[in-house]
DNA sequence: GATGAATGAGTGTTCATTCAT
DNA sequence: AATGAATGAACACTCATTCAT
C-alpha cells in the first residue's frame, strides 16, 4: 500500500470523485432535463463501476442511480447493457486514437524517445487512470461477451498495433534500428503495457510486496528493447 | 484439508494431460471406481470445465456431470463453488517449481541459452496445457476471491520471479551480462508469459488476424533481452 | 364525451378506410391540421393498429407517432391505454345498425336472398375491413375490459340479433319458412360471421392449409340454412 | 347468471376446487418429492390459471404456487411457459383425439345421430370444463405466440377438422346424405363450437341476456345442416 | 455415502404514465 | 397546448445450494 500502488491508490480517488461530485451537483432537482449530459454521465458511472466491480457484478440500475438517474433513463441512451460496455470503450480509449495517431506523426525526436514518451503517455493518460481497467474487464469477460472482444480488437488493439508498428518502421526507415520483425516487436512492447495494467487491476488489491513501479518498468522495458533494436 | 488432496495433487500433472482418458476409465467399470478417486475428478473436470468455459459459465452440475456423479456429490467433498475452484488452483500450481529449480541448478550452458530454455519449456509444458488456462482465471476472477490471488502470488508468482533473478544474476556473475537492475528486468521476461497466456485464453477465440507464435514470440522477446543486457 | 367524440363518430366510417390518405394529409400542412382532428387521427392510428398488432402489443408511443403527434399529446386525450382501447370501440362500432335496419325495411326480394345478401354485406363492408378486427379485440380483451364487453353488447350484439330474428321472421310470415325457433336459429347465422372473424384475425396469419375463402363459406352456410328452413 | 350460465358456473367450481384440493393434499410437507405427480398438477393449475386471468396475465410464480410448489420446480418440468401452455393444450384437447377417432369409428348408428353424438359429446366433455377455455386463449392472444397457434392448428384444429370430414363422408358413402363439399360443410360445424367457446369464455361473464343454451344450440344446429345434407 | 428433486434469490429490459419546460 | 425526458413497476428464467430419501 506503498509506492506506485499509493500512487495508484490515490489517482482513483481522485476519479471516483469526480463521478461522486457530478451526481451531487443535480441531486438537488427529481426529474432533471439533462439530455447533454447524461451519456457522459452514465458513461463516467459505468466505468468507475465496471472497473471497480467487474462487468458481469455490475447491475444497470447501480450504474443508473450512480449518475444519478433511474434505471430506466439508461436505456433512453444505451440499448443494452453490453451496448453502454461497447460505449466506455469507445469514449475511454477508441476516441484517443485519432489524437495519438497525430501526435506520433508529428514527433520530432528520436524513435528511441519516441516509444519512452509513447509508453509513458501511456501510463499517465491511460495506465494511472480508472481507464486503464477497460483492458482488464475485457480480458475477464471476454469469454461471455465475444461480441464486445471483438468490438475491442478492432478499436483498440488493431489501431494501437498500428500505432507501435508505424513507430517502429519510422526508426528502421530512419535507419536508427537494424531491420527487424516489427509486427512479432510490436507484441513485446504491448506486453509491457498488458503486464502493468494486469498487475494494476488484478494482482495489486491484494499483492503488497514485489510492487511493480509502472513507469520505471516501462522505461526500462522500452530501453531495453531498443538495445536490441539498435544498429550496430 | 489432508489425504485426498495430497493425492491429487501428486497426479495433478497427469491429469490435466488426461482429463478425456480418466473419463472413459470410470464409464468401463461402474462400481470399480473408488471414493478417494471421486475429489480427483471433480477437479480434472473442473478444470477443465472452468478453462474452457470461465468460471462464471461453468454449472457445478456441469463439473459433476463431467466427473460422472451427481451434483449433490460435488458438495459432498467441496463446500461451495468457491471452494471447488480454490481447490482447482491449489491442486494444479505450486508444485513444480522445486523441480524447476534444481532442473536450473543443474544447467550447464550458458545464460542466454538458459533464458530461452526457461520460456520455452514453461510453453511446452504449461503455456500450451489447460494448466496455462488458471493464470488467466485468477486475473479474471481476482475480485472475487482476493484469498485466492494472494496464494497464487506466495505459490506461484514469487517462486517463478525468484527463479528468473537467479537466472540474470547467474548471467551476471559469469560475465555474459553487464549489471543491471534484476529486479526490473524480470519484470519484462514474465510480461512477455502473460501476454502469451492472456492472448491465448482471451482473445484467440474471438481475435483472427495479428495472430500470435508464442514460441516464436518467446524467443525472439528474450533474444531482445538478451542483447540489451550484454556486455559491450 | 362530446364534441370531438361526436364528431369523430360521425366520421368513422371514412376513417376506417382512409387511415393512410389520412396520415399523409397532415405531413403536408404542417401547421394547419386542426386541434379537432387530433382525437379522430389517434383513434384512426389505434384502430389500425390495434388491429394489426393486438393491443397490447402495440405501444402507445406507436400510436401517437402514427398520428403524428407526441406521446404526451395523446395522454391529453385519452386518460390511459385502456381509455383509448373504449374510445376506438365506441367510435367504430354502433352507428352502421340504422342505415341497415332501414336497407333490409326496403327489401324487396325473397327472404333467401335477403339472409344471403345480409352476410355478403357483411363480409364486404365490415368483414374484409379493419373493422372486423374490434370483435376479436373485444373477444381477445374481455377479461380485463367488462365495462367494454357490456357495450359491444347493447351496442352491436343485440341489434344485429334483432335484426336478423325479424329477418327470419319475415320468411316464415311470408311462408318461405317453416316456423322455427328463430332465437336459436339466428345464433347459428352469427356463428359463421363470428367464425370468419375469428379465423381472419386469430389463425390466418399462422394457419396455412384448410384456408377459408370467406364469401364462399358464407354463401353455402346460408343456404344449408335456408334449406333446413324451408317448408316442405 | 342463470340457465346454462349457472350451470357452467357450477363446472368451474368443481374444476377449480378439484386444483385447489390436489394442492391442499401436499401443503402438509415442505420439499416433497413428487416427480410422478408434479408435471399434472402444475398443468392443472396453469389450465385454471390461464383460462382464468388469460396466459400472458398469468405469472409462472402464481402457477407454481397453485401447484404448491416452487417457481424454480416449474421450469424443472417445462422448458418455458410457452412450452407449459403447449403442454397444456396437448394433455386438454390433443390428446384425446386417438380415443375419439377409434369411438367414431366403431359408431355403429346413422350419420345424423353421429353428428349429434359428436357435438354434445363435445360439450359434456370439454365444452362445458376449464379446457374449452384453451380455445379462446389461443385465439386471443395469438398475435404475440405464433408458435403455439401453429401448434394448435397442428394438433387440435387438424385433427379435429379431418375427423368431422370423416364423419360427414361416412354420410354420403352410407346414401345418408347427397354429395357435397365437406370442407365447406366442416367449418359450418365447427363455427358453432367456436360460437359456444367464445359465448362462454369472452361474453358470458359480461352478458346477461341473450343467454345461450349451449346443448339446444349444438343439437339445433346440427339438426340443420343435415336437413340441409340430405337426400331428396 | 449418494442422489436428484426442490428451492428462491437475483436482474436486464420494456413501456404506460408523469411532468418540467 | 405540446413536448419528450424521466420514471419505476413488472416478469421470465437460471443455477448454486439444500435435504428427504
Redesign the pocket.
Known sequence: MNGWVGYITNQSVINMQTTTLSSDTHSG???????EA?PGELLDAALSLFVNKGFSA????DVAASAG?????L??YF????DLFKAVIRANLADHFPAWNQEFEEFEGSTPDMLEYAMVSWWQRIGSTDASGITKLVMSEAHNFPEVVEFYDQEVIRPGHELFKRILQRGIDRGEFAPFDTELAVHSLVSAILYVNMWKHSLACSVSKNALNPEAFLRNHVHLMVQGWRQR
Do not use: C, D, N
Open positions: 432537482h427529481k426529474r432533471e432535463r439533462r439530455k447524461r455490475t447491475k444497470v440500475e438517474v433511474s434505471k430506466g433513463t436505456f433512453l440499448s443494452s447493457k453490453e
